[in-house]
């Protein structure tokens, strides 16, 4: 996290004990998803005390790459040691199903990759039959055809002439895809 977290208490006493087990939560929540840049946690209970107990409210505001995440969860019951740590622990389990479904769309399984452009020139080329072959800049020899250019320019193409491609693996080998002549 690249700043300190900041815990605040309202309307009640802080707390050592709930400030570390904040802070057992803030970690774990970094280890399913290292990016968290910042954390906000304010813990309140209402000001008007209950016979019964108090209510608890956590609002848990997280800073990370794209849009910042909010939760907020609302806990009254008869224990109020219990009820604060069970709003505590519900906050940061709806904040870690939230980055763990972001986790998931940004996981590169799900996304898709293009190949890295290439750069080459032609080898030989069979005007007539619209195909010819590529040397890459590593050697690699890559098939390519006419309908593959980016634009008609199919009749300019000269042996030894500059490109830039991507390369995609086909039945038969390596072929390039999106070819553009340099010169």
């Not at 980055?99 to 293009?114: F, G, N, V």
Request: hydrophobic share 35%.
């Amino acid at each position: 996290m690249q700043t300190a977290p900041q815990i605040s208490f309202r309307n009640i006493d802080p707390s050592d004990a709930v400030e570390d087990h904040v802070r057992r939560r803030i970690a774990e929540l970094e280890e399913v998803y290292p990016r968290v840049i910042s954390c906000e946690v304010v813990i309140e209970a209402p000001q008007k005390r209950k016979v019964s107990g108090r209510e608890f409210t956590v609002r848990l505001k997280l800073g990370v790459p794209g849009r910042d995440i909010e939760t907020s969860r609302e806990v009254g019951r008869s224990g109020a040691a219990e009820d604060v740590n069970i709003a505590i622990h519900e906050a940061f389990d709806a904040a870690r199903r939230i980055l763990q479904d972001q986790d998931a769309r940004l996981d590169p399984q799900h996304t898709k990759h293009h190949p890295p452009v290439v750069h080459g020139r032609i080898d030989r080329l069979f005007e007539g039959e619209g195909y010819g072959f590529i040397v890459a800049d590593d050697g690699q020899e890559v098939y390519f055809e006419r309908d593959n250019l980016t634009r008609d320019c199919w009749n300019e193409l000269k042996v030894d002439a500059r490109l830039r491609f991507r390369i995609e693996e086909g039945d038969k080998g390596p072929y390039a895809m999106k070819v553009t002549p340099l010169d």
